[in-house]
């Protein structure tokens, strides 16, 4: 290769990189960012070269800041001349020969479009967006006896102004003396619609138990209905949910069960920045037989052992009761359990 070519390829390659880092940025009242380059501005519209959409327009009152390379709320004169100081949002003309009112209109297509693309992924979104908490608890005991219990936990919660989500799955599992004891998976999904400025909203709920030791060794539930906000404030907030539904038992008993709901209330208690406690408590009669019922009931206090990482240590007791519990099996379900939290 000769040395004026050589030459060549590195001016082109400056060049690139030049351009590159001199991208201009708009950004949108909404909150999104396109990226490109901002070609004219007046008379209330900005005009940016995007490198997927091509040419957007866009209304002054869709733009909140511009900048153009390194020079934040300034731009060029379309003139030729010196650059000039833009409030808040630059206004900048559309194309000669544009229709104003279609180029806003396909400008807030374009806009969306150009927003979906720059969107963050799931994972990005699970991380940031949803308030996640880990549980790990462990005890054993050696000599006479030889014991381990081990409890994991996850609940997290995603809420906007129109929906409101809340999954949460335990497991329990305990080995005395190298004979399994304990083993217990339990899962449930909460979906919330909310009500502009309204304390009602309606449900969906979905639970699954599995329990080695029980008759029924696995339970899916589902229910449906309303629920009502008793409480929000920045120290107390208490739900409470009531709707229909039923339970199906399978493995040693397949039998299908239909079930009011009452409860599915959460009671959270900030009582200041390191103590919290948070109960919860359900009752689901049988639509078939007033004597069967079951309630379950769980209360836990988390202490905030280092503020600025989220790490918590957390105590907290279980109980199920069925009525009429087959075969065997106790009425009540007792589990008590201590652990470190990690928030995230």
């Not at 799931?122 to 908490?133: A, G, I, P, S, V």
Request: net charge negative; aromatic share 10%.
């Amino acid at each position: 290769m000769n040395i004026p070519c050589k030459k060549l390829i590195a001016a082109a390659l400056a060049a690139t990189l030049h351009t590159a880092l001199m991208a201009d940025t708009v950004e949108l009242v909404n909150g999104d960012t396109l990226t490109g380059s901002v070609v004219s501005h007046g008379d209330g519209e900005v005009v940016i070269e995007h490198a997927q959409l091509g040419r957007i327009v866009l209304s002054q009152d869709q733009v909140r800041q511009v900048s153009i390379g390194d020079n934040i709320n300034r731009a060029a004169d379309p003139e030729g001349g010196d650059p000039i100081d833009a409030p808040g949002g630059i206004a900048v003309p559309a194309p000669e020969g544009g229709d104003a009112p279609a180029g806003q209109a396909q400008a807030a297509a374009n806009a969306a479009e150009a927003a979906a693309l720059e969107e963050p992924s799931l994972l990005d979104t699970f991380l940031n967006q949803w308030d996640t908490k880990l549980t790990l608890g462990f005890t054993g005991t050696s000599g006479n006896s030889d014991r381990q219990n081990y409890h994991a936990k996850l609940d997290t919660e995603y809420e906007t102004e129109e929906i409101r989500w809340a999954i949460n799955s335990s497991w329990f599992y305990a080995v005395a003396n190298n004979v399994r004891s304990q083993n217990e998976v339990q899962t449930q999904v909460t979906r919330d619609w909310l009500l502009k400025d309204s304390p009602w909203f309606l449900f969906l709920r979905g639970e699954h138990e599995y329990d080695e030791f029980r008759a029924w060794e696995n339970r899916a539930s589902a229910f449906g209905g309303a629920g009502y906000t008793v409480i929000d404030d920045k120290s107390l907030q208490v739900k409470a949910r009531m709707g229909l539904g039923g339970s199906y038992e399978f493995g040693q008993i397949n039998e299908f069960t239909p079930e009011a709901f009452f409860g599915g209330s959460v009671a959270k208690w900030k009582i200041n920045e390191r103590n919290t406690l948070v109960g919860d408590l359900t009752y689901y009669p049988s639509l078939e037989d007033n004597g069967n019922y079951r309630v379950q009931t769980k209360l836990e206090w988390l202490y905030k052992l280092d503020l600025a990482s989220g790490m918590s240590l957390k105590i907290g007791v279980q109980n199920d009761y069925e009525s009429q519990s087959p075969g065997d099996s106790e009425d009540n379900d007792l589990k008590y359990y201590g652990a470190l939290v990690i928030s995230f």
